[in-house]
């Protein structure tokens, strides 16, 4: 009962960031087919067991660790290179900037004179 009002919890929680526009369309499906997989795992928990049974995995808990944490370094590792290419786009952007404002202080420069 607890992991189902959990599971719903956080699909409600995924649900109202997207209303609110806080959780972006890149991601959104992404976290939605993590909650909605939360909710049919818990609902049907004997579909973990079956999977763990396929795969080899004696403790079906031990399968979902091991999903959610890849899950979370895809995740790190994703959110590593947005950061890099958002540094390199802001440095950029400053560059440019600069370059305008020294344009601007030139030209003001030469109307004075």
């Not at 795969?55 to 994703?78: A, D, Q, S």
């Not at 540094?87 to 600069?98: G, H, Q, S, V």
């Amino acid at each position: 009962m607890i992991a189902l009002v959990g599971s719903l919890l956080i699909l409600t929680g995924i649900v109202e960031l997207l209303r609110r526009r806080q959780l972006g369309e890149k991601y959104a499906v992404l976290w939605l087919v993590v909650g909605i997989l939360l909710l049919i795992f818990t609902v049907f928990p004997g579909l973990l067991t079956a999977l763990a049974d396929l795969l080899g995995v004696v403790v079906p808990t031990n399968l979902m660790f091991f999903v959610g944490i890849l899950f979370l370094v895809g995740v790190v590792l994703h959110l590593s290179w947005e950061v890099s290419r958002l540094e390199n786009e802001t440095r950029k952007l400053a560059e440019d900037l600069a370059i305008l404002q020294l344009e601007v202080a030139e030209q003001k420069r030469e109307k004075s004179e």
